[in-house]
């Protein structure tokens, strides 16, 4: 691997990762190195905090499913079985959640891996989907909802959407800039 790139998943156990309401009943389970919500449960938090950082991971969403990533806790990129659909705010796969749509349409039909590159500086965000670049240079403009804690803290963990439905994950690395 790269230099300076964390694994944050080991393809084996829950380490490094908490329930956002532990006190529910989750629906996360680790097989053959993927990361599987199999269901409507929680959302699931890494342990670690995060300021500035390029994020690369795949995930496989089912069909007429929905989850995302929520980037410091507080920014959502979407996770949508959403190829060939549209909609009335942002909100299809790839979208910063309620404030920008992709550029470009970059996904592939529910049922396949997917590949995403994410750097976010400061509040600024670039995301490439599948090998073609959806966000270049925009600026988040603050939480889009369903986020951790109010305002724009300069640090915060890598959040996985697990309350929606099911979504699988896989090759979730980090490196800090």
């Known amino acids: 691997m790269a230099e300076g790139w964390i694994e944050l998943f080991n393809g084996k156990n829950l380490t490094g990762w908490r329930m956002r309401h532990p006190e529910r009943e989750h629906k996360w389970e680790v097989h053959g190195g993927i990361l599987d919500n199999t269901g409507r449960g929680v959302d699931i938090i890494t342990e670690r905090e995060f300021g500035d950082f390029e994020l690369h991971l795949e995930y496989l969403v089912p069909k ?3 989850s995302g990533i929520y980037l410091r806790g507080q920014y959502e990129i979407q996770i949508l079985d959403s190829l060939g659909k549209t909609y009335s705010y942002p909100a299809e796969n790839g979208a910063l959640y309620n404030q920008k749509s992709p550029d470009v349409e970059a996904s592939k039909p529910a049922g396949e ?8 500086k400061g509040m600024t965000l670039d995301v490439t989907l599948n090998g073609k670049k959806i966000h270049d240079n925009v600026t988040i403009k603050g939480p889009t909802g369903g986020q951790l804690v109010e305002g724009n803290p300069p640090k915060g963990p890598l959040m996985l959407q697990g309350d929606h439905g099911p979504v699988m994950f896989r ?4 490196r800090e800039l």
């Open 171 to 174: 090759n979730i690395r980090i």
């Open 64 to 66: 007429d499913s929905n």
């Open 113 to 120: 891996w997917q590949s995403i590159d994410i750097t976010l």
